[in-house]
Nanobody
Framework: QVHLVESGGDSVQPGGSLRLSCAIS?????????AGWFRQAPGKEREEVAA???????????YYADSVKGRFSISQDKDENTLNLQLNNLKPEDTAVYYC??????????????????WGQGTQVIVSS
């Protein structure tokens, strides 16, 4: 089981920055772990933002949606057990509820919501002048 709690959402002006955090609690460890961020704007489908994949004795990686490449950065703090998302140069179209998600077994590609078994409750990001 994995429990996720997001924090850090806020209202900022265009061009501003935010740092979202997701506290991760895991009851067991596994040879595969994927953790990522998705977002959902009003009236739109949930879309991928970024993810980190860890595979023991295998090949993992860090992935970004084209819309956020060069502006957002995903990272893990293993001492604090958090998944972080640094959001820079924010745009009004980044306004959404941001969700943290995790998977402890491989079920699909990083950008598919169905690949994740665990979800946080979401944190709101508003970018407006």
């Amino acid at each position: 089981q994995v429990h996720l709690v997001e924090s850090g959402g806020d209202s900022v002006q265009p061009g501003g920055s935010l740092r979202l955090s997701c506290a991760i609690s895991r009851s067991t460890t596994s040879s595969y772990f994927m953790a990522g961020w998705f977002r959902q704007a009003p009236g739109k489908e949930r879309e991928e933002v970024a993810a980190i994949v860890e595979v023991k004795r295998g090949r993992g990686g860090t992935y970004y949606a084209d819309s956020v490449k060069g502006r957002f950065s995903i990272s893990q703090d293993k001492d604090e057990n958090t998944l972080n998302l640094q959001l820079n140069n924010l745009k009004p179209e980044d306004t959404a509820v941001y969700y943290c998600a995790a998977a402890d077994r491989a079920r699909g590609a990083w950008y598919l919501p169905g690949s994740y078994m665990y979800w946080g409750q979401g944190t709101q990001v508003i970018v407006s002048s």
